[in-house]
């Protein structure tokens, strides 16, 4: 009886401070120059970081195709650079400006936007299976910085920082990559959803899967 009631407090006390929960902590803060509600196509180059930078890339071109966008094939993209990079040291033009060289990289693409950014943190961890449906690991933070640019005019058009830091306790909710991927699709929402607000906010057990529908809504 004494241990059922000891056991009773522990789930009581987990309940109260989500301590026994997976969690998810979002801060973002972003500015759009114009509205998005025709962009179509989309490009995405390679993101600036020590490592991590294409897999950033390639995990943000995931969430804007779910979320309806056309994105410009990574390895065509990443050709068209090449060669603009032959040309600049071929005509000597190596200091051409952050807005040149995307006007430049637009001129040979069909897209709307020029998506690029910086991978600004990434921590690794080892996380822990328990079983094949439950995985732990400690708090893992993802920061990216990342900003649109007119692919004709080479301006840019958005920016937008956001910081996540997720926690697995029991893997109910969160998963490894989760904190890289739940980074990107904020990122989708901030570019895509009109109404965006900047946020700081931490969610805990169901309420992540609540968050989740939430924003997916939204785009």
Known sequence: ???????????????????CADSISIQSRSFKAQSFENVKTVAVIDFAGDFGGQAVADILTMELMKAGYKVVERDNLRRIIDEQKMGAEESG????????????IGRNITADLIITGN??????VRYERESDKSVKFPPATCEITARAADSVTGRVVWTCIVNV???ARNGTYVWPLDWITEACAELVESLKNPQYQDKSESYSGSKIETMRKARASHI
């Open 93 to 104: 033009q190596l200091d051409l400006t952050e807005q040149e060289r995307l006007e430049l």
């Open 165 to 167: 830091t997720a926690r």
């Open 119 to 124: 991978l600004v943190r990434l921590t690794p």
């Open 1 to 19: 009886m004494m241990f059922t009631r000891i056991g009773l407090a522990l789930i009581a006390i987990c309940g109260a401070i989500s301590g």
